[in-house]
């Protein structure tokens, strides 16, 4: 009986140790399945990044693009107004040239008659 008490108590310490061990296959398992996953999560985020990344350079490269080109057509519109702008001088002077030339003639017509 003794015996039998003796040889239960090694298997059940057996049963226990393999109970424990599966145990902690079983938490490897599901540990390196969990490493593999992070991992998996991690070159996806990681991909993600990348594209995120490229499609901001491309955003970005579009935003030059548009700002340079307007950049552009507001020097060409500027260009056009300094010659508007200029040739409104122009004729402006040219008239006050004339102004001052029909006036000069009259304040002199007035003398002359005057001195007559």
Known sequence: ???????????????????????????????????????QRRLASAELRE?????????????VARASSRMLAREHRGMARAERESRHARRKTAAAERAFDHTTSRIRWLLGSWAR
């Open 1 to 39: 009986r003794r015996w039998n008490a003796a040889k239960m108590a090694v298997e059940d310490r057996l049963q226990r140790g393999f109970v424990r061990w599966e145990r902690g296959a079983q938490r490897r398992e599901l540990a390196s399945m969990l490493v593999e996953d992070r991992r």
């Open 51 to 63: 594209r995120a990344r490229m499609a901001a350079e491309e955003r970005l490269q579009m935003a």
